[in-house]
């Protein structure tokens, strides 16, 4: 009882964000606020056209052009890339576009305004060619955009015989589903600044979630050695993905007019550059033929994929990744196929957004069985309920589920503490009244999601992180991993002070600087909290166990201080830093793709209770519940802000957020038109947190940021068949497209 007590002083507490009183009081300082006298402010000259060659510049004699500093592709001094997965990406387009919005050159100049003035005076003659728009051009036309064909990635997962298994199951129910782009939408604008400090390092500072991306990146595109590029996060207005990659694109600009000025350069986006010119979550379409007995036994699923990447690799092959090791959703099945593959289009490249792939193959899975349902005459919360994973169960790459599965959990403590079954029955009766106005209708969604990153990916990055011990005594946190309004800073702090038994106050978390912090890998993948919290406990543990052989405790501050001088000695501060470290009993695969794709996953189950009127086909969401298994909550409170903003995310995507897009350009890349949730659009949102430990989670924790963004689209789409009785198997379901089935039914 006093070791559990003990564990629970700080970790399992809903202690208030370490952030939190500057970000209110106004004095957080993003890009934009920081003061660099003299800098100048970048602009981007961008294509117009999808896809073509670039004939020439045309540059206004009329105008002031010695008041600016210009740059093209030409001032690039390393290789002009954007060092990412593949290096298929110019920094600046040279001789060919290949999407509207491409960035063709840089102009600086003392004032903004003059900066965006200088745009207007400059001219870009094309020779355009046929661009490929869609998905279905792209595998039809089959254009020699890379390669030998469109297809940036491929992947194939088998699992049985499942052709054999489709052909002797009683029923086999097929199904087509379609998901859209979505905007990340972050309060904050991308915005970077760049300098050359004296010595020749080029500094970078600005909105980001991966700093040792932007600085890869950078010493690529510059020819420099590693010890003379420095990135530093500022404080970040919000993520989603949207600030994983493609903050190495204006990085790199901002520093390219820094090089050629020999001055500070700012670089921010207005919100209508960033919607139209960053990328966005993947489209997909997804075919499902599903094998299953009489009484809704699960028998063979048969899987086809196939998202939009736009027209660069980016990070395409791992949301392709991860969208297909979660496209046979968290059920067993001896018979798998799942094939999946992403396209090259002549639109903007996409890249990572919350859920990365796993939203787009969830929806279709979990919608999937509301179709089953229909076929069957058998309620799909009793389909689930029989084929669910359970400790023992076996997953679609053959990985057998040992520890830490809550997926029955989830379903049945959503269901019981929304009331599903009861409330189907009282909405039935509902809509049977013609004089009601509107149509009610619940759903139900069960998900699973990879905590880390997949297969291998852990032991590739090799992240380090570790702890400081000052010798004033304080204990200072060091990783790489960003705080961009998740909670970080506040949860490292607890896992340390929980760790070293050590009063928080004396816990701080340093600022993610490549010049200062190990490479603890992206803010990325749910695997902050997972995995470099593990590390932070393991550097914790070094340093306790150092405490304890000096016969010193961290009991208090003045504890902490004796302790520090004595360990320290002459010298300001003692590191511990540690390495990641596979676990022996996780084993994967990359070239069958058979295995353990991650070491754990989280589970979560959404019930979704709405109405739709009758009249404009508007849907109300009336309240959403969830239950979600994230392991152990290390702040139980940050932990529900995550699930209810994702939930609100997601909520967004399902409804709401329609992407609006002409000759491969965004045509709504603003906030007037193309909608988002606000607060008066969301629902109460009753979350139950589900805890299963996970033993290689610092104090059982698992993932927890993506895992809420998956699971709402389905809930609500199954809700809007029970209420209504038209199928929408495309996202979002707007007034328009429930009109548009309403009369084509009727």
Known sequence: MKSLQKQEKFVGRSGLRREGPAKLCGLARYVDDL??????????????????????????????????????????????????????????????????????????????????????????????????????????????LHGADNVFKRFEIVKGDVDKALAESDVVVSGEYRVPHQEQAYIENNGMAAWVEKDGTLVVTGSLQCPYYVHKALMKAFGLPESKVRVVQATTGGGFGGKEEYPSMIAGHAALLALKSGKAVKIV???????????????????????LSKDGKLLAQDVEVVMDGGAYVTLSPVVLSRGTLHAAGPYECDHVRVRASVVATNTPPNGAFRGFGAPQTLFAVELHWEKISQSLGIDSLTLRRKNAFDLGSTTATGQKLSESVGARECLERAALRSGYAARRKRYDLWNKNPRNRTWRGAGLALVHHGAGFTGSGEVYLASKAGVELTRDGRVVVLAASTEIGQGTNTMFSQIAAETLGAPLDCVEVAGPDTGRVPNSGPTVASRTCMVVGALVRRACL??????????????????????????????????????????????????????????????????????????????????????????????????????????????????????VYKDGAMLNAQLTNYIIPTAPDTPPIDVELVERPYSRGPFGAKGVGELPMDVPAPAIAAAVFHATGLWVASLPITPECLCREFHDRF
């Not at 207007?120 to 595998?139: G, N």
């Not at 991650?598 to 189950?605: E, I, L, M, R």
């Open 269 to 291: 986006y207005d919100r209508a550059e960033d919607m139209a010119a960053t990328t966005k979550r993947h489209p997909a379409v997804v075919r499902h033929r599903t094998g």
């Open 35 to 144: 003061p660099l006298p003299g800098c100048l402010h970048g602009v981007t000259l961008r294509s117009s056209i999808p896809c073509g060659r670039i004939k020439g510049l045309r540059f206004d004699p009329a105008f002031a052009w010695d008041e600016c500093v210009v740059v093209t592709a030409k001032d690039i001094p390393g290789k002009n890339v954007v060092a990412l997965i593949e290096d298929d990406q110019p920094l600046l387009a040279d001789g060919r576009v290949r999407h509207p919005q491409e960035p063709i050159a840089l102009i600086a100049h003392l004032s903004r305004a003059r900066a965006y003035e200088a745009l207007k005076h400059v001219r870009v003659d094309y020779e355009p060619e046929e661009p490929v728009l869609t998905i279905e051009d792209s595998l039809a036309k089959k254009r020699l």
């Open 542 to 659: 070094q340093l306790k166990d150092e405490l304890d052989r000096a016969g010193r405790g961290a009991r208090d501050a003045a504890a902490l201080r004796r302790a520090a001088r004595l360990l320290c000695g002459r010298e300001a501060s003692r590191r511990f830093i540690v390495e990641y470290e596979p676990p022996p009993e996780v084993r994967w695969d990359d070239a069958s793709y058979k295995g353990d794709a991650y070491g754990v996953y989280s589970y979560a189950c959404c019930v979704a209770d709405l109405e739709v009127d009758k009249a404009t086909f508007e849907v109300r969401v009336l309240r959403l519940t969830t239950a979600q298994d994230i392991g152990k909550a290390i702040n139980p409170l940050l932990a529900e802000g995550q699930i209810v903003g994702g939930t609100a995310q997601a909520l967004g995507y399902a409804l709401l957020e329609n992407p």
